[in-house]
């Protein structure tokens, strides 16, 4: 491996004492101009294992064996002063969060001329002049006047634009990407994706890029490395991992990328369950001065919508489109200022509050974040079951047995009864949220975000779960996501929401196949598609044909 | 920035009318007649009269209260009972003593308090974070007052090398006023170092934890530039808050080092006012410390966007 | 180097603590003297076996009267953060969750209440209600809910966004139910960080006001009082300021020490931040 200009060798790291390694013996070689992918899930040790080539290990972090020579110098055992020799200006790092990665205190261009003024002892000026160029060379409108603007003035696909173009200012020999682009939605992720892939082959830097997406980065890397619980697993050309894998954790990660069978239109006549006309919700701002009325926004703009019994309907959107806003107002969570809301053909959107308890125990949500779903001072078996709380006409003994029933039904075990939210997995804790839901028999339930706090193989888990549980009991869904992917293989219907607008609806197979609104063409066209063809698997963009193919 | 800081400067203002409305009605709280209360003689029938009709006590209370801003607006804050001086030159003649041990005290608090809670935090949990803690928690535990009462007996009794109780104005004689201050200034600063120093480096731990001092540090800044540059202005706008409660603490709390040193501040003031039952003067003192409090807090306020520049209105 | 700080500290300041109780009940039910009986024959008379704490200028026991002085101490103490908490936690609350009109009336309350700083507020009360143990407690109380309202009041306002929460409504639940069932159990750890907190600040507050003579009446000893009365004397009788200065300090750091053990435990939302 004398072409690699990063070779990773034997790097073991533990966290405190002993313990088990968050990584163990991991092997890893970067050729130069090398687009390496590492992916696995959460816990895999994939970002530690980044973070301990610049020696940025959290606290109590520490490599217990191994080397990783880099340009010739075993970094491992560099003193501090020679590690910041490295750091940025030879080796750069891009962080996930957008967020929280850029310094909320000092201008952008005070941060980006940091790096290169310590490395390259540039001048203020000069140090400016490349950075705004840089800046419009990844899309920064206005980039000279950028540079005097604070982070918190630009949106988060702006924010980790400016990071990758602050991490190449000094032009380094390999850029460390982590998770850049998760925090983001999906059609600004793949605008980003595409600029780090550009402008990273420009200057011939190679990219060590984290993920816990196979199809976002499998077609885009040269080669891929599978991790999971801190060990290699899969190690190869992106062929070779892509189309042939040979461990079943590959296999699950691939399974997660969509493969294009959304359902063709429903004949069959179904009555109408859940019935949305002309709902309008404004949110009004803080009054800016006393006389002055509130700016209000429109969260929801007039949208209607039709839920039919049996149905699975989908409600894409991109963050702020309003579709969060529209499943709490279904739920009577947030009011609405006009429209109506009518179950089974009974108008519930404007009912006193115990009329809307008895009227709606067949409506029930499951929350985004099963963290925060969840009251983290309750256990298990309560948590549940408060979902019975207004049927006083059932005992105690009735309720705990239908709870153990939803409990089981959703997979979790009589031993998990008194468990706390924080003693259980993330897909466990979702499966919990879906048994609440479940134990008050609804007939329909709002879905919002149900797997995009989890783990993409988990994720697929709990869409099955989902699916089995809709015929069991003969359920029905509205389904809110970001992500279009995740609703293909599942949806009925496809509603596309932009600006708290209803822009495009229509039966699954047509909203994929035949996108009319832009957003929808857009959403379809950085979706890829793994598909087999003659035996190989393939993976497809729908718009841009064939990207690449093994 | 402008209009944030119009918007400020105008949010000030209900707060501010809120607590004379306060301490208007204090006088009417004190049980019995007010012009009786003003005066603190009720032999004194001319005098009452002369109140009574100055203040329009004979009307209702809404015109009262406006008359009486007015006078305030005026500078008119009414006359001791004490000693017939007026109200607010008292005030303002002992708030001068007052303002200096406290603005002394309170800039040597966060000259040392910053960096040291900073270096506790970037070393957490290491032997100097340890140390500080500890001192810090010590500090935090013992009364100003037992310190100040402590100094005069070591430097002021024992050795004799300082003036335990008194007071000369810098302005007059400065190395003489120095010496005075010396004791009174180290008896508050040890009181209130403690809870700056704690707030430094809780916020300094929270920043430390943020993305990007990992994303500084990944650019090879050395870990002096780190904490300067990239923690230090994020770690000391929620500092910044502290400080200015602790000098209205202290403001509200002058009394008691005052009564140690016998220093003739608004504290004492405040004290001797209350024993001898002087309301005018109990009414000024309120009035007077309320306004310098809001006032203190609207800086922080203004100053606080030069830290952190995402906060809005 | 890592050093076991935090288990050591809980120690010490549980014993501390236990100390200052033990102290209290002592001198409430077994006072090795009677504080306030006056013995002149034992005027000013040096730490000595018959008094290990000396006597004061009336000859009464200083030991008795450090351990009286706990007791107005802890008992003016816990019955200010008892005000305090019940008058701010409840006002918090209320304004937290039902926001609107009725957040912003408390919260320019709080802003008014607030700009009367410190003890100045607590001073101008008890010149008009009078001295004395019982209107401390109040005007301590009151002064100290202020920082109640506002902590109480943000906790409940970033509760209220989390997602159990709507479930809670989501289910049908009333408000009440909500308040009592999942938000409030979920606040009581940061309150109790924060009465750990402002119980240091009450010992302090109480032995300020009676060093200024407007807390604990004489001849009823209290640490603050007797610091006042001593200093006047602490040339020639030095035991005078150090004990009760020392009875003071042991029962803040114990307090203090406790405190930070607390907020390193309890605070989930320190730890949540990470």
Not at chain 1, 204 to 232: E, N, P, Q, Y
């Amino acid at each position: 491996m004398n072409c690699s200009i990063c070779d990773i060798s034997d790097i073991s790291i533990c966290f405190g004492k002993a313990g088990v390694p968050v990584v163990d013996r991991a092997n890893l070689q970067i050729a130069p101009g090398e687009f390496h992918a590492i992916v696995g899930e959460s816990g895999s040790g994939k970002t530690m294992l980044a973070r301990s080539i610049l020696g940025l290990l959290p606290a109590g972090g520490r490599i217990t064996g191994g080397k990783i020579l880099f340009d010739g110098q075993d970094l491992t055992g560099l003193t501090s002063a020679a590690m910041r020799k490295v750091r940025g200006k030879k080796i750069g790092m891009i962080f996930q969060d957008p967020l929280t990665s850029l310094n909320p205190a000092l201008r952008i261009g005070t941060q980006m001329g940091e790096a290169l003024r310590l490395h390259s002892g540039m001048t203020r000026e000069e140090a400016r002049n490349h950075a705004w160029k840089l800046l419009d060379r990844v899309g920064i409108p206005d980039a000279r006047r950028a540079l005097d603007r604070y982070p918190h003035e630009f949106s988060g696909g702006m924010r980790q634009r400016i990071m990758i173009a602050s991490t190449l200012l000094p032009r380094p020999q390999l850029l460390i990407a982590d998770e850049p682009t998760t925090a983001l939605d999906t059609i600004v992720q793949a605008n980003v994706m595409e600029v780090l892939k550009e402008t990273t082959a420009e200057f011939g830097i190679s990219v060590l890029f984290i993920s816990h997406d196979l199809g976002l980065v499998a077609h885009r890397a040269d080669r891929v490395t599978v991790m999971d619980h801190g060990k290699i697993i899969e190690q190869g050309g992106y062929e070779d991992v892509l189309f042939a894998p040979e461990h079943d954790k590959t296999k699950a990660l691939l399974a997660a990328i969509p493969q294009g069978q959304a359902k063709p239109e429903d004949s069959t006549q179904r009555d109408t369950l859940l019935e949305v006309r002309d709902a309008v919700v404004e949110f009004r701002g803080r009054r800016s001065l006393l006389w002055r009325k509130p700016a209000a926004t429109r969260a929801l703009d007039s949208v209607s919508l039709n839920l039919k019994r049996g149905e699975t309907l989908a409600i894409i959107g991109a963050s702020g489109s309003g579709k969060t806003t529209l499943g709490r107002a279904i739920l009577g969570l947030t009011p609405l200022d006009s429209g109506t809301i009518r179950l089974n053909g009974v108008n519930i959107s404007d009912l006193p509050r115990a009329e809307h308890r008895k009227r709606t125990r067949n409506l029930q949500i499951v929350f985004q974040d099963p963290v925060s779903a969840l009251d983290p001072r309750m256990r298990v078996l309560d948590l549940v079951m408060e979902s019975l709380r207004h049927n006083p006409e059932l005992s105690r003994k009735v309720k705990e047995t239908r709870t153990t029933e939803a409990l089981r039904d959703c997979g979790l075990d009589d031993d998990l009864h008194q468990r706390l939210p924080h003693q259980l997995s993330g897909g466990q804790r979702q499966r919990v949220a879906i048994a609440r839901a479940l134990v008050a028999r609804p007939e329909v339930i709002v879905l919002d975000e149900p797997v995009s706090a989890l783990d993409v193989t988990v994720q697929e888990q709990v869409l099955r779960l989902l699916e089995r549980l809709k015929k069991d009991h003969e359920l029905s869904y509205i389904f809110i996501s970001h992500d279009i992917g995740v609703v293909e293989d599942i949806a009925d219907r496809v509603l596309i929401m932009v600006g708290g607008k209803i822009v495009e609806q229509g039966s699954a197979e047509k909203v994929f196949n035949t996108p009319r609104h832009d957003f929808t063409r857009k959403l379809i066209s950085v979706l890829p598609e793994l598909r087999e063809v003659d035996g190989r698997f393939q993976l497809i963009y729908r718009d841009a044909g064939v990207a690449r193919s093994g | 920035m402008f209009r944030y800081t119009i918007f400020r400067v105008l949010a000030a203002f209900p707060t501010l009318l809120l607590v004379t409305i306060l301490v208007f009605l204090f006088i009417r709280l004190v049980p019995g007649d007010p012009a009786a209360v003003l005066v603190g003689d009720i032999q004194n029938i001319g005098r009452l009269e002369e109140i009574r009709a100055r203040l329009g006590l004979d009307r209702s209370v809404p015109e009262q209260f406006v008359i009486w801003l007015g006078n305030i607006l005026q500078g008119d804050f009414g006359v001791s009972i004490l000693n017939g001086a007026p109200v607010l030159d008292t005030i303002l003649s002992r708030f001068a003593v007052t303002a200096q041990v406290i603005f002394v005290a309170v800039t040597v608090s966060t000259l040392i308090a910053i960096p040291a809670g900073m270096i506790a935090a970037w070393k957490q949990n290491r032997w100097a974070d340890n140390l500080i803690v500890v001192t810090t928690i010590a500090a935090m535990s013992v009364p100003s007052f037992w310190i100040g009462l402590t100094l005069i007996l070591i430097f002021g009794i024992e050795l004799g090398w300082l003036p335990s109780v008194g007071y000369v104005s810098p302005l007059e004689d400065f190395s003489r006023g120095v010496m005075y201050l010396i004791m009174p200034v180290t008896a508050l600063v040890m009181g209130e170092i403690g809870g700056v120093l704690r707030m430094a480096r809780a916020s300094t731990i929270e920043v430390m934890r943020r993305e990007y001092i990992t994303h500084a540090r990944s650019k090879g800044l050395s870990e002096g530039v780190v904490l300067a540059r990239h923690a230090f202005p994020n770690a000391f706008a929620p500092t910044l808050t502290i400080l200015g409660m602790i000098i209205g603490s202290l403001l509200g709390g002058a009394a008691v080092i005052e009564t140690v040193f016998t220093l003739p501040g608004l504290g004492r003031l405040t004290i001797d006012a209350i024993s001898s039952r002087d309301y005018p003067m109990v009414q000024g003192i309120l009035l007077v410390v309320a306004v310098i409090y809001v006032v203190v807090n609207l800086i922080t306020d203004l100053l606080y966007p030069i830290f952190d520049p995402r906060v809005k209105l | 180097m890592r050093f076991p700080l935090p288990r050591f500290n809980v120690l010490i300041g549980a014993l501390l603590i236990g100390l200052t109780v033990i102290a209290a009940l002592v001198g409430l039910f077994a006072p090795p003297a009677n504080p306030i009986a006056i013995d002149y024959t034992a005027f000013l008379a040096p730490p000595s076996p018959a008094h290990p704490f000396g006597t004061d200028d009336f000859g009464r026991d200083v030991l008795s009267r450090v351990l009286v002085g706990a007791a107005y101490s802890l008992v003016s103490a816990f019955g200010t953060v008892a005000v305090a908490l019940l008058m701010g936690g409840t006002l918090g609350a209320i304004a937290g969750f039902f926001g609107g009109w009725v957040d912003r009336v408390i919260g320019i309350l709080t802003d008014t209440l607030m700009a009367f700083p410190g003890l100045l507020l607590a001073l101008a009360l008890i010149s008009i209600i009078g001295a004395g143990i019982l209107p401390m407690i109040v005007t301590l109380g009151v002064s100290f809910s202020t920082i109640y309202i506002r902590v109480v009041r943000s906790l409940v306002l970033s509760l209220r966004e989390r997602e159990f929460v709507e479930a809670s409504r989501a289910m049908g639940n009333s408000e009440t139910f909500t308040i009592f069932r999942h938000i409030l159990p979920n606040c009581i750890s940061s309150i109790m960080v924060l009465a750990t907190s402002t119980l240091a600040f009450a010992v302090l507050a109480e032995s300020a006001l009676s060093f200024l003579g407007l807390g604990v009446q004489a001849p009823n000893p209290s640490w603050g009082g007797m610091l006042a009365d001593g200093r006047g004397l602490m040339g020639q009788a030095p035991w005078l300021v150090i004990f009760p200065g020392f009875a003071i300090f042991l029962a803040l750091l114990g307090i203090n020490l406790m405190g930070d053990a607390l907020r390193d435990w309890l605070d989930p939302w320190m730890e949540g931040e990470a």
